[in-house]
């Protein structure tokens, strides 16, 4: 825990590989030294502390710090920029002779190499710059070592001819990736999958997350790794069935059209009057609020089953069931204002491509979406242990 005292050491300590020192809170300049402190490239394996309000030469700037400024520190954890996520604490004010200071502890990742806005930054000594092809490497290296994910778990008996390297370069790579590291980029194809995640070094195949984002065919690999569509025509799972689709495939691609589906198979409008003068629009979900839960399943769920995620439409309510129940941090007292990440890299990957916002957010926005629609607030099934379930009713004002 950080008192005063330990501050002053802080500011006092010119080890500058694990202690920087700034004024600023412009993204721009946290976010880079969050980044490199995450990446932990001498490999201290302790936190590194980004002091604000104090100058290169340990004296203390004289700003004033407010909650606002707490605030936008905090969100950077949050608002998707740094990937993966980083492990930050950001410190109270501390009122010093002098001025304000605040510390950010930033913890090394168990993931590098961690990107901002997709550069990737490390500290050495007193240096901070975005780091070469060599030292992204040795990150890469460190990371295989680390516990793995179940996404970063190696796909055993999968080669690269089982991705399709077209959807990578073409589709992500230039979302994931600044441009200038692309333009001076001269590493083979395995290289850039690998410092991305998408490919095992060590094993020479991809990875969990590799086979869904890009995989030709990820059930052979991966066997309930597609959403099933059932819609129903009355309220139980014993009327008969109106319409069923299944979405398989590299999850690059089956997102979109899953969305596109949302949008154009379920969300359903009418016109009507508010006065004589006024019509309004009433909606029967709203879109982004489902959009978002069927995102969150598929970010959230777990790959080791072989049971696909269920979404089945009935005439009053949508349910979506999905295999894995909470996870890490997250239990039925504390969701949704904690989340954990059972799935980092299609965490990370869902990220770049546009279908998260920020993090530990969209559930939140989602049921206030809900509420102010009409449907009422979602009923999360936290008693089925090994599954996730969430009950949206329909617009109250719709049947």
Same mark, same amino acid.
């Given at each position: ?79 998707? *920029? ?6 930050? @604490? ?5 009122? %010093?002779?002098? #001025? ?29 710059? *975005? ?6 490497? @040795? ?33 992500? $790579?230039?979302?994931? @990736? ?45 066997? #309930? ?5 059932? *819609? ?22 089956? $997102? ?67 295999? #894995? #129940? ?60 090994? *599954?996730?379930?969430?009950? @949206? ?5 719709? %049947?």
């Amino acid at each position: 825990m950080l008192n005063e005292e330990k501050v002053k050491e802080l500011i006092a300590d010119m080890e500058s590989d694990w202690i920087e020192r700034t004024r600023s809170t412009a993204d721009e300049k946290l976010g880079p030294a969050i980044c490199a402190f995450s990446n932990d490239f001498p490999n201290h394996k302790h936190s590194g502390y980004l002091l604000l309000g104090v100058e290169d030469d340990g004296k203390i700037s004289g700003k004033t710090w407010g909650d606002e400024d707490l605030q936008k520190i905090g969100g950077m954890k949050t608002n998707g *920029k740094i990937l993966p996520q980083p492990s930050i @604490i950001v410190s109270p004010v501390f009122k %010093l002779n002098g #001025g304000d200071v605040i510390v950010v502890e930033v913890k090394p990742s168990n993931f590098p190499p961690v990107r901002y806005d997709g550069r990737c930054w490390i500290r050495v000594g007193p240096r901070r710059d *975005k780091a070469s092809q060599e030292e992204e490497r @040795i990150l890469t290296e460190r990371r295989i070592s680390n516990a793995k994910t179940y996404d970063l778990v190696p796909a055993q008996g999968s080669t690269l001819e089982d991705l399709s390297i077209e959807l990578f370069k073409m589709n992500y $790579l230039p979302s994931a @990736i600044d441009k200038q590291t692309l333009e001076e980029n001269g590493r083979k194809t395995e290289e850039q999958l690998a410092s991305l995640r998408f490919f095992d070094t060590k094993e020479r195949c991809p990875t969990n997350a590799g086979i869904l984002l890009f995989g030709l065919n990820p059930e052979f690999y991966l066997p #309930g790794c597609f959403i099933q569509y059932v *819609k129903f025509v009355g309220t139980e799972m014993t009327s008969d069935v109106e319409f069923e689709k299944k979405f398989s495939g590299a999850l690059i691609t089956e $997102l979109r059209l899953v969305d596109d589906f949302i949008k154009g198979n379920i969300i359903k409008e009418r016109p009507v009057k508010v006065n004589s003068f006024q019509e309004d629009i009433l909606r029967n979900y709203p879109y982004w609020a489902l959009r978002e839960l069927v995102m969150n399943a598929v970010m959230h769920r777990s790959y080791e089953s072989n049971a696909p995620i269920y979404m089945y439409e009935f005439q009053d309510r949508i349910e979506i069931v999905n295999p #894995g #129940g909470l996870y890490g941090e997250a239990t039925p007292h504390n969701f949704p204002n904690a989340s954990d990440y059972r799935n980092v890299v299609i965490a990370e990957a869902m990220k770049v491509l546009g279908y998260v916002n920020r993090f530990n957010y969209g559930v939140k926005r989602a049921k206030a979406e809900l509420e102010q629609n009409g449907n009422g607030q979602p009923e999360f099934d936290f008693s089925l242990t090994t *599954k996730f379930k969430v009950k @949206i009713p329909i617009n109250k004002y719709w %049947l």
